[in-house]
């Protein structure tokens, strides 16, 4: 009723004729078309909404797209972006993302690295399933792809203030406009933001010092210079750089086991006993810095030869990692990471050539993708000056910290001495080509029949460095003592193993995938087109960049042996649709709607024992549901934009053979893979009297229950919940000044991101939690 009351409301006083579909653009096939004419699942949004709702990242966007879930682990680069329940979980960075992020055509290697202030924004497209016909591999979930605006030949400048709640003060501006009439246009576009942490940090004795986490502190900049110097040839130059020095990202605790207990008691006051994860509040004594740069340049070509169009896009980028971390939830000292020896350092090259033809009855693309990838991963974890201490309290049950000492006849703290660990460093190399081609014929007036094909070479190549600075002594000494198998590889973890010193190892993979797409749209009408088709995508194979080895076994060959065969297969998904897109209302409604039904085919799953990642290859993955969409405009000036995924997205029984006989996962649904989404955005804006606008908008994102572990551990259950953000402001018409109150999350839905289990402490969980409420005003002037 409230909704109704809106409606008629804003019915009474409206005056101009509303918006239409036929505004609505999208270059989801590599060329520009109205999003009702265009076979594929396709949410998009515009710039105006993504302001309206307070998007300024592809975390952000979750509200704003049904399907969507998009969450961070220790770092804002360790993100993951799943469709309909289909990701790849950022932390190890070996695995490529099934989830393809590009910006301003130019594709970004990982999720995380994709991360940050997307600035000035014309629109974000996010597109449902396998795209590796026109957008290449690891794309077999599907896209976000990112339009930021270009430059103008129109001065203008705009700038904005935001304060808010946690301290936060953030400050933009952007300016463009001709350097050479008709010939030269410019884009500049410049953000600073900083917020305190919103976990409040329990120290301990150091050597931490800061009492907050999850803060905000960076700065970003994006420069871009258009050149026409013919009416049929354009350049696009780019150039954008971002640093952050931020302290990210603590866990609370969901449930204490027993070596927790332990700790609770030897180490008094280090843990929250018993756990409490609605707090906020963290226990830590090491630093979480991450500092991070991302910068890059690139260059689009488009040159208009009458019937044929040509693009080329090149692009070079780095992107520059130093982390350190705090890995025991304690302000016991046992586990840390140092940033001078963690951290991941990529350089990229990329080069794209498209040629588009069209006529009365064909459009048709061909082109080629050429990228080169430089991996550096650091990987370094440390003892504590307690960590001893808690060794022997592992060993013992809780009776005896000096044990280590008393079994190896060392001097206390010289086993595992404070500072020592593991040091392995990845040399990765990476280079993939691909030809494609895809074409859409119109057999008549209302047939309309798209195929696309395409096949990428991939080679890859990593040379690992193993190195433990004290050689792994802890280890070595204990395993040679007559203890019991499971404490010997309580203490003989993979860092911990005296195998791994100064060991080195190489690997090489090379193969081929060949992807496409045929599709079939019919149009009964101006207002009615149904469509089917079939996709095929793919994800590139790789190397599990992480330790990995046998465990202890008394007399075995193989009792600590590391293991340095780490590749895995390729993934690939086959993808079915039957769909409808109409409009209605005078092309005032936009209603579509699909079904769906996807099969992975060794999909790659990144599981976490508490210590190492491990990539397993997962013989069959089944997702399968409904996508439904709408936007309406039922009167100048309103906007109604929503929709709902129903996706099943499952193990299935074959994988039982690759995940053991007692395994939760087969016939069990993924993590991250709720059965119902559902989003709705309403913005309003309406004249008050002769020179001021008022703007409305409320944004509403549900999601079902779902669990939030790789292992499926009910315990790690996030329950159903609902994220809104609303937004109102007051300025002149001509938007030379506005005023805007804003908040973000405004139930204060405190919520699991990701649930694991604890570092070393069987039998707890840890858990990376939401952001809570955030309020506050912003300024924006415009000239």
């Known amino acids: 009723?409230?909704?109704?009351?809106?409606?008629?409301?804003?019915?009474?006083?409206?005056?101009?004729?509303?918006?239409?579909?036929?505004?609505?653009?999208?270059?989801?096939?590599?060329?520009?078309?109205?999003?009702?004419?265009?076979?594929?699942?396709?949410?998009?949004?515009?710039?105006?909404?993504?302001r309206a709702a307070g998007v300024r990242d592809i975390k952000d966007l979750t509200i704003l797209t049904p399907g969507l879930t998009v969450t961070s682990t220790t770092s804002s680069t360790s993100t993951t972006a799943r469709?309909?329940?289909?990701?790849?979980?950022?932390?190890?960075?070996?695995?490529?993302?099934?989830?393809?992020?590009?910006?301003?055509?130019?594709?970004?290697?990982?999720?995380?690295?994709?991360f940050g202030d997307l600035g000035e924004l014309e629109r974000v497209e996010v597109l449902k399933g396998p795209q590796g016909t026109l957008f290449g591999k690891n794309a077999t979930a599907g896209v976000i792809n990112v339009i930021t605006k270009k430059p103008d030949f129109e001065f203008g400048a705009d700038g904005a203030l935001e304060v808010g709640n946690y301290g936060l003060k953030a400050l933009s501006a952007g300016v463009t406009g001709a350097l050479v009439d008709d010939k030269?246009?410019?884009?500049?576009?410049?953000?600073?933001?900083?917020?305190?942490?919103?976990?409040?940090?329990?120290?301990?004795?150091?050597?931490?010092?800061?009492?907050?986490?999850?803060?905000?502190?960076?700065?970003?900049?994006r420069a871009q210079v258009l050149v026409k110097p013919t009416e049929d040839l354009s350049i696009n130059f780019s150039a954008d750089y971002t640093k952050r020095d931020e302290n990210c990202c603590l866990a609370e605790q969901v449930l204490n086991g027993g070596v927790t207990k332990i700790m609770a008691v030897a180490f008094p006051g280090s843990v929250a006993n018993p756990a409490n994860f609605d707090g906020y509040k963290a226990y830590?004594?090491?630093?979480?810095?991450?500092?991070?740069?991302?910068?890059?340049?690139?260059?689009?070509?488009?040159?208009?030869?009458?019937?044929?169009?040509?693009?080329?896009?090149?692009?070079?980028?780095?992107?520059e990692t130093h982390s350190a971390?705090?890995?025991?939830?304690?302000t016991a000292d046992i586990i840390w990471s140092s940033p001078s020896w963690t951290g991941t350092a990529f350089k990229t090259f990329s080069q794209e050539l498209r040629l588009t033809g069209s006529s009365e009855k064909l459009n048709w693309t061909v082109g080629s993708f050429f990228t080169k990838e430089d991996?550096?991963?650091?990987?370094?974890?440390?003892?504590?000056?307690?960590?001893?201490?808690?060794?022997?309290?592992?060993?013992?049950?809780?009776?005896?910290?000096?044990?280590?000492?008393?079994?190896?006849?060392?001097?206390?703290?010289?086993?595992?001495?404070?500072?020592?660990?593991?040091?392995?460093?990845?040399?990765?190399?990476?280079?993939?080509?691909?030809?494609?081609?895809?074409?859409?014929?119109?057999?008549?007036?209302?047939?309309?029949?798209?195929?696309?094909i395409r096949y990428t070479w991939e080679n890859k190549g990593v040379d690992a460095f193993y190195g433990n600075t004290d050689g792994g002594k802890g280890c070595a000494t204990l395993a040679?003592?007559?203890?019991?198998?499971?404490?010997?590889?309580?203490?003989?973890?993979?860092?911990?193993?005296?195998?791994?010193?100064?060991?080195?190892?190489?690997?090489?993979?090379?193969?081929?995938?060949?992807?496409?797409?045929?599709?079939?749209?019919?149009?009964?009408?101006?207002?009615?087109?149904?469509?089917?088709?079939?996709?095929?995508?793919?994800?590139?194979?790789?190397?599990?960049?992480?330790?990995?080895?046998?465990?202890?076994?008394?007399?075995?060959?193989?009792?600590?042996?590391?293991?340095?065969?780490?590749?895995?297969?390729?993934?690939?998904?086959?993808?079915?649709?039957?769909?409808?897109?109409?409009?209605?209302?005078?092309?005032?409604l936009l209603l579509n709607g699909t079904v769906f039904y996807q099969k992975y085919t060794d999909f790659q799953l990144n599981a976490y024992n508490g210590l190492v990642f491990t990539v397993i290859s997962v013989p069959e993955v089944i997702s399968q549901g409904v996508d439904a969409d709408f936007m309406f405009f039922p009167i100048q000036g309103l906007t109604l934009q929503g929709g709902v995924t129903y996706s099943e997205t499952s193990y299935t029984e074959k994988d039982r053979a690759v995940l053991g006989a007692t395994s939760r996962l087969p016939g069990s649904r993924l993590s991250f893979a709720p059965l119902w989404s559902g989003s709705l955005a309403v913005a309003y804006q309406h004249d008050i009297g002769e020179n001021l606008v008022g703007k409305a908008s409320l944004s509403a994102k549900y999601t079902s229950a779902y669990n939030t572990g790789s292992d499926l551990n009910p315990l790690k259950t996030q329950e159903a919940f609902t994220l809104w953000n609303a937004r109102l402001s007051l300025g002149q018409q001509d938007d030379k000044w506005s005023v805007e109150l804003w908040g973000q999350n405004l139930t204060d839905e405190h919520y699991y991101q990701v649930a694991y289990d604890a570092t070393y402490q069987s039998g707890s969980i840890g858990a990376f939690p939401s952001a809570p409420r955030t309020y506050g005003m912003t300024l924006r002037l415009k000239y």
């Open 1 to 50: 009723m409230a909704l109704v009351s809106i409606l008629w409301a804003a019915a009474a006083q409206a005056q101009e004729a509303p918006a239409t579909v036929d505004e609505i653009v999208v270059t989801a096939q590599k060329r520009t078309q109205n999003l009702q004419d265009v076979p594929i699942v396709v949410t998009t949004v515009s710039g105006s909404t993504l």
């Open 83 to 114: 469709v309909r329940g289909v990701g790849t979980v950022g932390d190890n960075i070996g695995l490529e993302s099934s989830v393809g992020v590009v910006i301003d055509g130019v594709y970004r290697p990982r999720n995380g690295v994709g």
């Open 184 to 221: 030269v246009a410019g884009r500049l576009f410049i953000t600073r933001r900083e917020r305190d942490g919103f976990i409040d940090v329990v120290t301990g004795a150091g050597p931490r010092t800061q009492t907050d986490d999850n803060d905000q502190n960076y700065w970003s900049a």
């Open 284 to 319: 830590a004594n090491r630093s979480t810095s991450k500092k991070i740069t991302d910068k890059g340049v690139s260059a689009e070509v488009e040159y208009d030869l009458g019937s044929l169009q040509l693009t080329s896009i090149s692009a070079y980028r780095e992107f």
């Open 325 to 330: 971390a705090e890995s025991d939830l304690s």
């Open 375 to 452: 991996l550096t991963s650091k990987v370094g974890t440390l003892y504590g000056a307690d960590f001893e201490k808690f060794v022997g309290l592992l060993l013992s049950s809780g009776t005896n910290g000096a044990l280590v000492s008393q079994l190896t006849g060392n001097a206390a703290g010289t086993t595992f001495a404070n500072g020592q660990g593991q040091r392995d460093q990845y040399n990765q190399s990476e280079q993939s080509f691909a030809l494609f081609g895809n074409a859409s014929y119109k057999v008549t007036d209302q047939l309309e029949v798209t195929g696309g």
């Open 480 to 588: 040679a003592k007559p203890l019991p198998a499971a404490l010997i590889n309580a203490v003989c973890q993979t860092y911990q193993n005296p195998n791994f010193t100064n060991l080195t190892a190489s690997q090489d993979l090379s193969e081929g995938a060949l992807t496409g797409t045929i599709k079939a749209a019919y149009r009964f009408s101006p207002e009615l087109m149904t469509y089917v088709s079939y996709a095929r995508g793919y994800k590139a194979g790789g190397f599990n960049l992480d330790r990995l080895a046998y465990t202890y076994a008394a007399g075995s060959a193989t009792s600590l042996k590391p293991i340095t065969k780490t590749d895995f297969a390729k993934e690939s998904a086959d993808s079915y649709e039957v769909g409808v897109k109409s409009t209605l209302f005078d092309r005032r």
